[in-house]
């Protein structure tokens, strides 16, 4: 039996022997490994490709030269272009271009190829901050590389949430591509379906395997996406070379219809397999009715062209689709099974953000946001019946107008515009007959006509306030907007930054006032405090006093407000 050693120290004196005892040798304690760091603990389980973004200071930007060389070297970017540029007052590229160009349009120019088969492209994420330029971001890319194109056919697909943004980004588009001879079409359900049709693919006989398009872009909205991939003949998106998800974090998680999915499928050739199964939606007796002869087929799907004998050799390489896709927002989702949902290949991640020390990103957790570096942002803790006092304040203090109000619902907008209208009335008149402040609503409850007309009223500076529910909270761009009010806080982060970023944007300056209730203090606060944003914004106190000047007319106003609604 082995004699147990003991520590000498810790045996008696008494019981210590004089002859040595043969002690085993001393190995030591099991030690606990380090623990990872929490910025660590937070990656794991992300895709490798999101640990390695390319991050990429706002602050960075590139001017456009006007020298006269076909193509600038560096910011990729065609003589053309340039000059188109120089007509719109776009002198430099914003930081999330001067990553994007380069990437996207590979020197020499001629290897931006219209088909890439045999040479699979990367996909791409970019998280850049509201109002920092990610339109121009995907359309320089798509305007030089379709540029090439000699037959119209569908190769960019850009899908966004709302009609409005569609609106917004074909004018972009137009803007640009202005005598290049591009043809761009948009879908969102604003004409018949029949007629879209004919914008889309014209006149269709019968059926094409390659389809056929009268556009070369096209903007859309998933929904009706989906009714043209769907009911259609001769929509396909075999050719397509760009396929752009804009606010990609908002898309991803429709589930309308299971869009992604059927848009992501047809963008896949399908397998020989799949091509014969005369089950399968891409069999070829279902699309094409036997038709013994192809039109122009990509070059993934030239193996489903039954006029072409096909001999396999072991010299066969697999064809790839030459879509790339291109993934946007302010708030991209880093939840990897969400990402996991497109499918993407190889991706690159382009994240636009100030760098930020180790100790610091040591300590965030979760998702970051990044906000526009010209952004003020202000909190106003009040109780619910001070808030309409609130705005009224914000409104003749701080010269709060070419403002954005944000509301909760389509109903507490119309409710704050009528209270508006009569305070303002009454105060205007006090002040000597001075015009009072227009405020006007925008929501979901409106005509696409009048929500054309109220936004172009905004835009001119007729509307000073315009009410309205998150219908516009992402990607709207009007340039003059210097103040967002969230009137009704928002409830979660992403709410807030797409809110607050519809100010502050392409490096002018903005504010932001959230008004907090009482009770929602604390839920307001942990939620910037979570996404380690609560010392950006400021908290302002308004005192009683302050307040005191506005109680009579505000009371008025309310009394009126009553009235309408006992009648009504
Ligand atoms: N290089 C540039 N030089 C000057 N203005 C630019 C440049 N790039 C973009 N802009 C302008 O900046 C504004 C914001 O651009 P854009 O709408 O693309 O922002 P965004 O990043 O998509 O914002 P959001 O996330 O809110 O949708 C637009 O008015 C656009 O014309």
Same mark, same amino acid.
């Given at each position: 039996?082995?004699?147990?050693?003991?520590?000498?120290?810790?045996?008696?004196?008494?019981?210590r022997?004089s002859?040595?005892?043969? #002690?085993?040798?001393?190995?030591?304690l099991?030690?606990q490994?380090?623990?990872?760091?929490?910025?660590?603990?937070f990656l794991?389980?992300?895709?490798?490709?999101?640990?390695?973004?390319?991050i990429?200071?706002?602050?960075?930007?590139?001017?456009i030269?006007?020298?006269?060389?076909?193509? *600038?070297?560096?910011?990729?970017l065609?003589?053309? #272009?340039?000059?188109?540029?120089?007509?719109?007052?776009?002198?430099?590229?914003?930081?999330?271009?001067?990553?994007?160009?380069?990437?996207?349009?590979?020197?020499?120019?001629?290897r931006?190829?219209?088909?890439? @088969?045999?040479? @699979?492209? !990367?996909?791409?994420? $970019?998280?850049?901050? #509201?109002?920092?330029?990610?339109?121009?971001a995907?359309?320089?890319?798509?305007?030089?590389?379709?540029?090439?194109?000699? $037959? #119209?056919?569908?190769?960019?697909?850009?899908?966004?949430?709302?009609? *409005?943004?569609?609106?917004?980004?074909?004018?972009?588009?137009?803007?640009?591509?202005?005598?290049?001879?591009?043809?761009?079409?948009?879908?969102?359900?604003?004409?018949?379906?029949?007629?879209?049709?004919?914008?889309?693919?014209?006149?269709?006989?019968?059926?094409?395997?390659?389809?056929? /398009?009268?556009?070369?872009?096209?903007?859309?909205?998933?929904?009706?996406?989906?009714?043209?991939?769907?009911?259609?003949?001769?929509?396909?998106?075999?050719h397509?070379?760009?396929?752009?998800?804009?606010?990609?974090?908002?898309?991803?998680?429709?589930?309308?219809?299971?869009?992604?999915?059927?848009?992501?499928?047809?963008?896949? @050739?399908?397998?020989a397999?799949?091509?014969?199964?005369?089950?399968?939606?891409?069999?070829?007796?279902?699309m094409?009715?036997?038709?013994?002869?192809?039109?122009?087929?990509?070059?993934?799907?030239?193996?489903?062209?039954?006029?072409?004998?096909s001999?396999?050799?072991?010299?066969?390489e697999?064809?790839?689709?030459?879509?790339?896709?291109?993934?946007?927002?302010?708030?991209?989702?880093?939840?990897p099974?969400?990402?996991?949902?497109?499918?993407?290949?190889?991706?690159?991640?382009?994240? $636009?953000?100030? /760098?930020?020390?180790?100790? %610091?990103?040591?300590?965030?957790?979760?998702?970051?946001?990044?906000?526009?570096?010209?952004?003020?942002?202000?909190?106003?803790?009040?109780?619910?019946?001070?808030?309409?006092?609130?705005?009224?304040?914000?409104?003749?203090?701080?010269?709060?107008?070419?403002?954005?109000?944000?509301?909760k619902?389509?109903?507490?907008?119309?409710?704050?515009?009528?209270l508006?209208?009569?305070?303002?009335?009454?105060?205007?008149?006090?002040?000597?007959?001075?015009?009072?402040?227009?405020?006007r609503?925008?929501?979901?409850?409106? /005509?696409?006509?009048?929500?054309?007309?109220?936004?172009?009223?905004?835009?001119? %500076?007729?509307?000073?306030?315009?009410?309205?529910?998150?219908?516009?909270?992402?990607?709207?761009?009007?340039?003059?907007?210097?103040?967002?009010?969230s009137? *009704?806080?928002?409830?979660?982060?992403?709410?807030?930054?797409?809110?607050?970023?519809?100010?502050?944007?392409?490096? !002018?300056?903005?504010?932001?006032?959230?008004?907090?209730?009482?009770?929602?203090?604390?839920?307001?606060?942990?939620?910037?405090?979570?996404?380690?944003?609560?010392?950006?914004?400021a908290?302002?106190?308004?005192?009683?006093?302050?307040?005191?000047?506005?109680?009579?007319?505000?009371?008025?106003?309310?009394?009126?407000?009553?009235?309408?609604?006992?009648?009504?």
């Amino acid at each position: 039996m082995f004699e147990v050693p003991e520590d000498e120290g810790a045996v008696p004196p008494e019981r210590r022997s004089s002859t040595p005892v043969t #002690t085993l040798p001393r190995f030591p304690l099991p030690s606990q490994p380090a623990l990872p760091s929490a910025s660590t603990l937070f990656l794991q389980g992300l895709d490798q490709a999101l640990v390695e973004a390319d991050i990429i200071d706002p602050a960075k930007t590139i001017a456009i030269p006007l020298i006269e060389v076909n193509v *600038d070297p560096t910011t990729r970017l065609s003589e053309k #272009t340039r000059k188109r540029l120089g007509e719109l007052g776009i002198s430099e590229l914003f930081a999330v271009q001067t990553a994007l160009l380069p990437f996207l349009l590979p020197l020499p120019p001629a290897r931006a190829l219209l088909y890439s @088969p045999y040479e @699979p492209l !990367r996909d791409v994420c $970019v998280s850049a901050p #509201t109002g920092s330029g990610k339109t121009l971001a995907y359309a320089l890319p798509i305007l030089e590389t379709l540029s090439s194109r000699v $037959v #119209t056919r569908l190769r960019a697909l850009i899908v966004l949430p709302t009609r *409005d943004l569609v609106s917004q980004v074909r004018e972009t588009f137009e803007a640009l591509c202005k005598g290049r001879g591009l043809k761009i079409g948009v879908a969102t359900g604003q004409h018949s379906f029949s007629q879209e049709q004919m914008q889309l693919v014209g006149d269709s006989e019968f059926p094409l395997q390659g389809g056929q /398009s009268k556009v070369d872009i096209l903007i859309c909205t998933p929904g009706r996406l989906m009714d043209h991939l769907k009911e259609t003949p001769n929509f396909t998106l075999q050719h397509l070379r760009f396929l752009v998800i804009d606010e990609a974090d908002r898309l991803i998680t429709q589930a309308f219809q299971d869009w992604l999915a059927q848009v992501l499928a047809a963008t896949r @050739p399908p397998t020989a397999t799949e091509a014969l199964n005369p089950l399968s939606p891409a069999s070829l007796d279902q699309m094409y009715a036997g038709i013994p002869y192809h039109d122009a087929l990509a070059p993934a799907w030239l193996h489903l062209a039954r006029s072409v004998p096909s001999i396999h050799t072991d010299l066969d390489e697999t064809k790839h689709s030459s879509c790339q896709k291109l993934l946007f927002s302010a708030t991209l989702t880093r939840d990897p099974s969400k990402i996991a949902a497109l499918n993407l290949r190889d991706p690159k991640y382009f994240v $636009v953000k100030e /760098s930020i020390g180790e100790q %610091e990103e040591e300590a965030m957790q979760g998702e970051q946001f990044s906000m526009p570096a010209t952004l003020t942002e202000h909190m106003i803790v009040c109780q619910t019946i001070q808030k309409p006092l609130m705005l009224f304040y914000l409104v003749h203090t701080h010269s709060v107008t070419n403002a954005l109000v944000f509301t909760k619902s389509a109903e507490s907008t119309t409710r704050l515009v009528r209270l508006f209208e009569f305070f303002e009335h009454a105060w205007a008149s006090k002040e000597g007959g001075r015009k009072p402040v227009v405020a006007r609503a925008y929501s979901s409850d409106l /005509s696409n006509a009048e929500r054309k007309s109220i936004l172009e009223k905004f835009r001119d %500076e007729e509307i000073g306030i315009l009410v309205c529910s998150d219908l516009i909270s992402r990607g709207i761009d009007i340039s003059h907007v210097n103040h967002v009010v969230s009137y *009704d806080a928002p409830v979660d982060m992403r709410k807030y930054v797409h809110r607050v970023g519809r100010t502050a944007r392409a490096g !002018r300056t903005g504010d932001a006032w959230s008004l907090v209730e009482e009770q929602e203090a604390r839920y307001f606060k942990k939620m910037l405090s979570t996404a380690n944003h609560l010392n950006q914004v400021a908290k302002m106190k308004v005192a009683d006093k302050v307040l005191a000047p506005f109680m009579e007319h505000y009371e008025d106003a309310l009394k009126q407000l009553r009235e309408v609604y006992s009648r009504t």
